[in-house]
């Protein structure tokens, strides 16, 4: 206990007598957890553009006249059995004219077309919403090949090259925001752990004396590994109060690019994983490049 209690006071008082040192390895740690706080945002964002683009991608199915609500209603449940389907909306043929004098409320030439029709000659419809587009031609072949005496039309064919198109696009941001994530985190982290290497480098001659007056590993490791929890801590909590700042900043930014995307919400609900994460990391940054770097000057 008294040993360590005394790697503690080396550590703390490493910290105080390399200062300047000390912030220069904090202010990179900052700069690293800000790039590994800002890929998590990032995915948020990245998420919130993969929802919204794919809630525009829909199937519709178009009714005959004739078609009875009951029958529509098990259209309706047999396509909801499909794992695939994620929504199915029905809009009726009132609704649908509804809607339609509504978004063309200042066309009196339509209104008034409207008004000289005997009946109502728009048709009920389902939109049908899943989660990948392979799903939504299976989807569509089982649609006109039980129910083709119900239906006057499934939209699937002409719409098929634009809903594949949406969802490689999807699937490009996904696959290209990870990739990105990764290689910036290993650059910020290379660079965090050649300034911790920089660090024990100009201390090598007093790592030197203390294995040659007989200290043990752990000993000379310990107060370097309590400078690097120090350096985490102060890194962290810079990081997350930076950020939150900057989540503010383009908040509006982004809300207005993607409607359903709330990163200060977000932001404040996870607050606690957030911070978790990046006072985990920084840590866990710290020791393991003073573990690695220190490894060199210890044999002697």
Same mark, same amino acid.
């Given at each position: 206990? #008294? ?46 553009? &993969? ?6 991608? /829909? ?23 499909? @794992?695939?389907?994620? /929504? ?29 029709? /005997?009946? +109502? ?15 939504? *031609? ?6 006109? $090949?039980?129910? $083709? @005496? ?8 002409? +719409?098929? *090259? ?8 999807? +699937? ?21 752990? +050649? ?9 090598? /001659?007093?790592?030197?004396?203390? #294995? ?10 310990? @107060?370097?590994?309590?400078?690097? &929890? ?20 383009? !908040? ?5 690019? &993607? ?13 606690? !994983?957030?911070?978790?994460? &990046? ?16 490894? #060199?000057?210890? #044999?002697?």
């Amino acid at each position: 206990m #008294r040993s360590f209690i005394r790697v503690i006071k080396a550590g703390l008082k490493s910290v105080k007598r390399n200062f300047l040192l000390s912030t220069a390895t904090s202010a990179i740690l900052v700069l690293s957890l800000t790039v590994a706080l800002g890929i998590v945002m990032f995915s948020v964002v990245v998420d919130g553009v &993969v929802t919204e683009l794919e809630s525009k991608v /829909d199937v519709s199915v178009y009714f005959k006249p004739e078609t009875s609500e009951s029958q529509i209603g098990e259209v309706r449940r047999s396509v909801e059995r499909f @794992p695939e389907v994620v /929504d199915v909306a029905y809009t009726s043929r009132s609704e649908a004219l509804a809607e339609f004098k509504k978004r063309h409320s200042d066309n009196e030439v339509i209104l008034q077309a409207l008004t000289e029709l /005997d009946e +109502n000659p728009l048709e009920a419809r389902l939109a049908v919403r899943a989660v990948d587009a392979s799903a939504y *031609e299976a989807i569509a072949g089982f649609i006109e $090949g039980r129910f $083709g @005496p119900l239906v006057s039309k499934v939209n699937y064919r002409e +719409n098929s *090259e634009i809903i594949q198109r949406v969802f490689s696009v999807t +699937n490009g941001i996904q696959n290209g925001g990870v990739a990105l994530g990764i290689i910036l985190f290993a650059i910020s982290g290379l660079v965090a752990f +050649n300034t911790i290497r920089l660090a024990i480098f100009s201390l090598r /001659d007093e790592i030197t004396v203390m #294995r040659l007056v007989g200290a043990s590993n752990w000993f000379i490791r310990g @107060p370097f590994v309590i400078a690097g &929890v120090v350096h985490g801590l102060v890194a962290a909590a810079l990081t997350y109060g930076l950020f939150y700042g900057v989540v503010r900043i383009v !908040q509006d930014p982004i809300a207005r690019f &993607v409607p359903g995307v709330d990163l200060v919400a977000y932001y404040q609900a996870n607050s606690l !994983q957030l911070l978790t994460f &990046v006072v985990g990391l920084g840590i866990l940054t710290t020791i393991l490049s003073s573990a690695v770097a220190i490894r #060199r000057y210890l #044999r002697v």
